[in-house]
């Protein structure tokens, strides 16, 4: 209290504010040690799995957080309640597998309920082991399988398929796959009968898949060959290839037939001769009385004889001929382009500064006959290439640059309560501690002051203005006379507060006056 009243008010509140800030400090800190560093434990889970896993943590009495749709946990604890949890079936994803099968009794179970609950069952195991992959956040899997009826008209079976993913959308790939897992785990199920559909991404693969699919990947291979035969010439990030190609997506049936008259071959012969012979015994010339029974032909008198030889030759003939019949399929190359953007050639300006220059024509012709060779360009089907220089500019990506962290790994939460403790310390020792020792010790008054002895010798009486003369009084009759030693010395003991200030104030005008 003594040094508390000793202060001004200045002093007062800059010993209340650094109170408030140590006690606000030491606060901070102390919560930060005592919270826990919680790891992620389920994140994307449906409502009623989340609430089974946190009525599950609630039993166990572990701390635990919820951050939307995410559950935290200490992390030292984290490994150990998942496998926990797991052994207990959680968290349970909604679809259910061949454990369905297990509630069905020979008793009250038509052939119906049985077929119901085997493909609700199919469904189930397909949807555990598509989200089996970690890039799959959610599955549903749905078969449509042909009724069994005699006389029904066929039926094919169909499937389709719904993922939610983590990041993004799946690729073509990886929806490929997932049409042939359902496909072999359905017995009569083609691929090209499922469908996968992303929530984010839309229809990734269908029945009607077209030949635009083949078209992206050529394309894409195109453009990959090209990139990297330039960029070992104009280095990495410095050329930019696009290709687009151009497929036929309809179905063409060609019949040809060509005949060369020029190239007839005699395969067969055929020689045939007739000799016809009449005779006849009337004369030749053929008159009214010739024709009369009693005329000139009832005489024998004149006879003639005909010959007829006839002679006929037929020759057979075949010549080459060429059938042939053209099937043209989807995804044949109708026409590629190319666009080849290349960067500029980096220099030096006449005043010393990076500067960029455009590649000489020479230049860009060879990168444009190698780009053609790589793709390979045909001008007769109407392909086009088009290759300029260009200066890039420089885009700024977000964030900054990873630096290698050596030696030991470093914890960024203990160096940061270290920092605060030390502030901490350097605030109470400047605003605290420094004010309380330097009010310890009461100011001095200067040496001419009145309340002080001078050179003289003289001490002030705390009650009277005359100061005391240390000089010995005149003795007192049949007293022995004190020595000024004795009277000093008694002094002294009665007024040592005085007398240390005295000490103090001679000490301090000693070393002022040495250090002059």
């Known amino acids: ?31 930060t040690s005592s919270s826990r560093n919680m790891a992620l434990l389920y994140s994307g889970l449906e409502p009623g799995a989340s609430g089974d896993v946190v009525a599950a943590l609630e039993q ?3 701390q635990y957080e919820v951050r939307g749709a995410a559950i935290y946990v200490d992390q030292s604890q984290r490994d150990v309640l998942r496998m926990t949890l797991a052994a207990e079936g959680l968290p349970a994803n909604g679809a259910q597998g061949y454990e369905l099968l297990d509630s069905l009794s020979g008793f009250g179970t038509t052939s119906q309920m049985f077929d119901a609950a085997y493909w609700r069952a199919k469904e189930g195991e397909l949807a ?18 042909p009724t069994n009826r005699p006389f029904a008209r066929e039926q094919m079976a169909t499937a389709a398929v719904t993922v939610g993913t983590v990041g993004g959308t799946i690729s073509p790939a990886q929806a490929k796959a997932l049409r042939y897992l359902v496909a072999s785990a359905v017995s009569g199920l083609s691929p090209d009968n499922v469908a996968v559909i992303d929530s984010a991404g839309g229809l990734i693969a269908g029945n009607e898949e077209t030949a635009q699919t083949g078209a992206d990947a050529r394309a894409t291979e195109l453009r990959n060959r090209a990139q990297r035969l330039l960029e070992a010439r104009v280095g990495l990030g410095n050329a930019v290839v696009e290709v687009s190609v151009d497929t036929v997506t309809e179905t063409e049936t060609i ?20 000799t016809n012979s009449a005779s006849d015994s009337r004369s030749g010339d053929v008159t009214v009385a010739s024709n009369l029974p009693d005329g000139d032909a009832a005489g024998g008198n004149g006879a003639s004889t005909n010959e007829n030889n006839e002679s006929r030759t037929l020759t057979n003939f075949d010549v080459s001929e060429v059938q042939r019949e053209i099937l043209r399929a989807p995804g044949a190359i109708r026409r590629i382009s190319v666009a080849v953007l290349v960067n500029e050639v980096a220099a030096v300006g006449e005043d010393g500064q990076p500067v960029r220059e455009p590649r000489s024509e020479e230049e860009l012709a060879a990168l444009r006959d190698l780009v053609a060779s790589a793709i390979g360009i045909d001008e007769s089907r109407g392909d086009v290439i088009t290759l300029k220089s260009m200066p890039f500019e420089q885009i700024e990506l977000p964030g900054t640059e990873a630096a290698e962290a050596a030696g030991l790994p470093i914890d960024i939460m203990s160096l940061v ?21 330097t009010s310890g010790r009461a100011a001095l008054p200067a040496p001419d002051s009145p309340e002080l002895l001078a050179l003289t010798g003289e001490v002030a009486t705390p009650n009277a203005a005359a100061p005391i003369a240390l000089a010995p009084p005149e003795d007192q009759p049949g007293e022995e006379p004190v020595s000024p030693v004795e009277r000093l010395r008694s002094l002294i003991e009665e007024r040592q507060s005085e007398t240390l200030k005295v000490l103090q104030s001679w000490i301090e005008d000693g070393e002022q006056v040495e250090q002059s």
């Open 255 to 274: 019949v040809e037939r060509s005949i060369d008259p020029d190239s007839r071959v005699a395969i067969s012969t055929e020689v045939e001769e007739r």
């Open 60 to 62: 166990r009495g572990v």
């Open 128 to 145: 555990r082991t598509i989200l089996s992959s970690p890039d799959i956040r959610s599955a549903r899997v749905h078969i449509s399988s």
């Open 1 to 31: 209290m003594s040094v508390w009243t000793s202060l001004d008010m200045r002093k007062k509140i800059i010993a209340l504010t650094a109170a408030v800030v140590v006690f606000a400090a030491v606060l901070a800190i102390a919560n």
């Open 417 to 437: 309560q270290l920092a605060v403790l030390a502030i901490v310390s350097i605030v109470l020792g400047l605003f605290v501690v420094r004010p309380i020792l």
